[in-house]
């Protein structure tokens, strides 16, 4: 089985600051993967998928990058909206997620 | 509008049975996959396993196989997640969500809003 690895597992940020999280896998097993923000008490809402891909809807600020076994969500410039729980996932492995807090 | 609507939070005891379930609108509920997610009580997500609701075919997480049941009856659009037997373990919060892209890249679109589930004696 595919075991996603993210980093960090939280970071503390500011509004306005460019934050990149990392997701690594245990095999190169697809080129495509899917990011995904939760909120407390909301269901996830995927962001990128196929790697790249920005879902509808979801504001230009976020994008995602990576090849292999290497993959990384950035944003650009973080919003007061964007404080949540970041989650990678491919196939059937979700990993365990970056919480991004407010310095 | 594509929708996923989950049944409401459930508390119940050991031992007991139980069946959710995730009502599709919006879309042709027999042409995606729907998987179910948990997330257990400070934990991150873990995927649970998918139904194909056209012919029921399903795909289950080894960690979940043989602890859940995963259905779909296509003529109400609604999709269940099962247990026979609970247990304390089985707290958790518990998302549907529909799959787009093929095996090698698919993701979820769109989610439920999530049951909770408590088990307790």
């Known amino acids: 089985d595919i075991q996603m690895t993210q980093s960090p597992s939280s970071l503390s940020a500011s509004v306005g600051d460019r934050v990149t999280l990392t997701c690594r896998a245990s095999q190169s097993f697809s080129r495509y993967l899917t990011w995904y923000q939760h909120k407390p008490g909301e269901a996830p809402k995927l962001l990128i998928y196929?790697?790249?891909s920005l879902q509808s809807g979801v504001p230009s600020r976020f994008s995602g990058s990576g090849s292999g076994t290497d993959f990384t969500l950035t944003i650009s410039s973080l919003q007061p909206e964007d404080f949540a729980t970041y989650y990678c996932?491919?196939?059937?492995?979700f990993g365990g997620g970056t919480t991004v807090e407010l310095k | 509008e594509v929708q996923l609507v989950q049944s409401g939070a459930e508390v119940k005891k050991p031992g007991e049975s139980l069946k959710i379930s995730c009502k599709a609108s919006?879309?042709?509920?027999?042409?995606?996959?729907i998987g179910w997610v948990r997330q257990m009580p400070g934990k991150g997500l873990e995927w649970m396993g998918i139904i194909y609701p056209s012919d029921s075919d399903t795909e289950y997480s080894p960690s979940f196989q043989g602890q859940v049941t995963i259905s779909a009856d296509k003529s109400i659009s609604t999709a269940y997640l099962q247990w026979s037997s609970l247990k304390a373990s089985d707290t958790a919060m518990y998302y549907c969500a529909r799959r787009r892209g093929p095996t090698a890249a698919y993701y979820f679109d769109f989610w439920g809003q999530g049951t909770l589930i408590t088990v307790s004696s």
């Open positions: 919006g879309y042709s509920f027999t042409t995606y996959w």
């Open positions: 996932q491919q196939s059937y492995s």
């Open positions: 196929s790697t790249s």
